[in-house]
């Protein structure tokens, strides 16, 4: 066991010379077994073990006798132990969320806690036969290349030196060394979906290959290969695409298929917290090459417009009342600040006439019927047209800012200065200044 254990730590770079470990015990015989190989190596990488424990109360007596277990294997080895106890069933429905995964997110809130405490590497026990688990798991819920990977050896600060053991293995284990453990009644019910495809699943496949858990780990293997791959892809991606409203719809279409995917679904996830599902993938790649929109989420819209694919918040309905123009004024609106105030230097296009202070100009967003006349051609359209051929995306355009007298546009945002408002003398010119992120 110790063998095996140590080519995965080497294979995975698991544990560095003198590091802090804490061990997630939950007094199973695959925590157990994390807690006693890492003691035994503990003199070799000159470790210093930890143990930390969760009491979700939802088994009462047992719960209690699971917590007990870990306090006395602790107390016998010398190891400092925390422990925490979580009301699992009040948590979870106040949440709105299953037992089980408020449970794991109650560990995991703990673990990573004590982690920045201790400035520690967080163990967990997980087997071969929990990825294989898993892999199945996600590909019965429709998942893609990303759900293959299952359970990665390591990830962030947690580490599973573990992972290429399998279950079969960690009993043998136990049992050599007349190691005790704890056995949680509810692994023996089918009522979590885990339970029933290690119960009812792996043993079939395990008919067909007795090495199946390991073939699953060597397929997760490989699909962490080409999910990094793509990950590297899809970052390039994301600035070759990229343009200033959004991404060019052609560029994209350019792409691989697998690299355009792997990158919708990455920009989704690390922007806007959204996972998306195969069947949203295909969605976004039809809006892509055809234009349209695609409802994410109720915050969130894909969008294709004039060949640039976006994602938009949904409206809010996005007004800016009337402000009079004045000298020295300063305003927010929309994360912005608006300042104005007589011209010194160079004249960015954002300078207005003087004389407007005595004419009613006034900050607003656009209204039906504004009109902007550009001052070189000395041509009138409708903002509106103007707008779109500057192919400022619809939705930000009700977030923009003009000034104006009456419908007469005397300057845009992200537009410029009209003819109306425009000045040919630096002393009788106001400049609009806008920082962004206010």
């Not at 969760?54 to 306090?71: I, S």
């Not at 429905?93 to 967080?122: T, V, W």
């Not at 990830?155 to 056995?183: A, G």
């Not at 917290?273 to 989420?297: D, P, T």
Request: charged share 25%; glycine share 6%; hydrophobic share 35%.
């Amino acid at each position: 066991m110790n063998n095996l254990v140590e080519r995965t730590i080497r294979k995975y770079d698991l544990i560095n010379f003198g590091d802090k470990i804490i061990v997630a015990l939950s007094g199973g015989a695959d925590s157990v077994t994390l807690f006693h190989v890492l003691y035994s190596l503990r003199e070799k990488y000159n470790i210093t073990i930890y143990a930390a424990h969760v009491n979700h109360n939802l088994r009462g007596d047992e719960a209690k006798r699971d917590e007990n277990f870990c306090r006395s294997l602790c107390k016998k080895y010398g190891v400092e132990i925390f422990v925490k106890s979580a009301d699992i069933k009040n948590l979870a429905i106040k949440r709105r969320i299953s037992e089980e995964l408020c449970g794991r997110n109650e560990r995991y809130s703990f673990f990573e806690e004590l982690s920045q405490n201790l400035d520690a590497k967080i163990a967990t026990a997980h087997t071969a036969s929990d990825n294989a688990e898993t892999l199945l798991f996600n590909i019965a819920r429709g998942s893609s290349i990303g759900g293959v990977c299952a359970i990665p050896p390591k990830r962030d600060n947690i580490i599973r030196p573990l992972i290429e053991v399998t279950r079969f293995d960690i009993e043998k284990y136990c049992s050599d060394n007349n190691f005790e453990f704890v056995t949680d009644s509810t692994n023996f019910t089918d009522n979590y979906t885990r339970n029933n495809i290690r119960h009812n699943i792996i043993p079939v496949l395990k008919n067909i290959n007795m090495s199946f858990e390991k073939s699953a780990m060597h397929l997760s293997e490989s699909a962490r290969e080409i999910n990094e791959h793509l990950d590297h892809a899809a970052q390039a991606a994301d600035e070759a695409c990229k343009t200033e409203y959004g991404y060019s719809c052609r560029a994209l279409l350019s792409l691989d298929i697998a690299v355009l995917k792997h990158f919708l679904a990455v920009i989704c996830k690390k922007n806007y917290n959204i996972y998306l599902e195969q069947k949203h993938i295909y969605l976004l790649c039809e809006i892509i090459k055809n234009g349209g929109s695609l409802e994410l989420s109720k915050n969130y819209t894909a969008v294709v417009k004039q060949g640039i694919f976006r994602i938009v918040q949904s409206s809010s309905g996005v007004f800016f009342d009337s402000m009079s123009l004045k000298e020295n004024m300063t305003f927010s609106f929309e994360g912005k600040q608006y300042s104005v105030c007589k011209l010194s230097g160079v004249d960015d296009g954002n300078t207005v006439n003087t004389d407007l202070l005595g004419q009613n100009a006034v900050f607003r967003t656009r209204r039906p019927g504004d009109k902007f006349t550009y001052p070189k051609r000395n041509i009138t359209k409708p903002l509106r047209k103007v707008l779109n051929e500057l192919k400022i995306p619809s939705e930000q355009r009700d977030k923009i800012l003009i000034l104006a007298v009456g419908s007469t546009v005397m300057w845009c945002e992200n537009v410029g200065v009209s003819i109306q408002g425009h000045s040919d003398r630096i002393d009788k010119a106001l400049k609009i200044k806008i920082t962004e992120g206010v």
